[in-house]
């Protein structure tokens, strides 16, 4: 039995990413999971403050603890030390970006199994479009790096989310909004706080967004190079895909099929199954 110890919330996204849809994949494969604990036992952030005595409590009865690591909180007076904790008592730790593998390998000694987020969006294919319409989409965490740069767009913004930034249009977060606020959308912009703890972040907003056809520009992250989306000023991004509406389309066309092979549940889902099957044990029912 495998268990994710997590709360079963479909509006957080890493409970989306990171259990639901690695959980149906394996089961699809014969695995045996569940929320809760089992056999083995995936922790995911800090959803739980006792995760680390439940863990202790696992492995004393021949249980195998896996931490799933999201978020840089290495720095964070507030989680630190859960974090340092589960990591020490991890059997494998799995990490959602290179660059987090890295940062736990700097603050633990720790090696880690680096696991990408799947996407759960249809694809659709992009069109030509001038930056009218311009989606924000996202935690409400992240709202301080867009309502650092909504005063100079001059653009029409939608904010989807579940709260909004003044200068914005604004839409209450859920699957169904998300699919309506694709539809109106021109581009996605995503602004990124140029801190420790945001360049940690996992590709899912984007590749979300190029799923559903849309252009990204984005500020630079490590996670979000290399399917040729603009990187750089989010004004100056703008600016572009109005002048560049032709190429935009084609990179879009080229970043899904890139997608389609990175971030596929099928593909993220083998990858949960090589994880947990490394040196512990999965009973296939």
């Known amino acids: 039995m495998i ?33 809760g604990v089992g056999d083995v036992t995936v922790f995911s952030k800090h959803f739980f403050k006792d995760d ?60 880690s199994v680096v696991i990408t987020d799947p996407y759960e969006y249809p694809r659709v294919l992009p069109k030509q479009a001038k930056s009218e319409n311009v989606l924000w989409f996202g935690h409400h ?6 309502a650092r740069e909504l005063p100079r767009l001059n653009r029409t913004v939608m904010v989807c989310s579940s709260k909004g930034v003044d200068g914005s249009k604004f839409m209450e977060w859920s699957r169904e909004a998300m699919f309506r606020a694709f539809v109106w959308a021109d581009v996605v912009i995503i602004p990124v706080e140029d801190t ?7 590709p899912n907003r984007l590749v979300e967004s190029v799923r559903q056809g849309k252009y990204v520009i984005h500020n630079p992250l490590p996670a979000y190079e290399g399917y040729g989306m603009f990187s750089g000023d989010i004004l100056e991004g703008l600016e572009w895909i109005d002048s560049n509406q ?19 549940p099928q593909t993220v889902g083998k990858q949960w199954m090589e994880a947990l099957n ?8």
């Open 196 to 202: 420790e703890k945001k360049q940690a972040k996992s």
């Open 141 to 146: 965490s992240n709202l301080q790096a867009l």
């Open 52 to 111: 680390p005595d439940v863990a202790r409590m696992l492995k004393k009865h021949g249980g195998e603890v896996v931490y799933d690591i999201c978020d840089d909180h290495f720095n964070n007076p507030k989680w630190e030390k859960h974090y340092r904790q589960m990591c020490e008592l991890a059997d494998r730790i799995v990490t959602a970006s290179e660059y987090l593998a890295e940062r736990v390998k700097q603050e633990t000694g720790r090696d």
């Open 3 to 35: 268990g994710w110890r997590v709360t079963p919330d479909v509006k957080i996204a890493s409970y989306r990413y990171r259990c639901m849809i690695p959980m149906r994949e394996l089961k699809k494969s014969g695995v045996d999971c569940q929320v």
């Open 278 to 285: 490394g040196d512990l044990h999965i009973q296939r029912a």
């Open 246 to 264: 032709e190429e935009a389309k084609e990179s879009v066309l080229r970043a899904q099929d890139l997608i389609e092979q990175k971030h596929s």
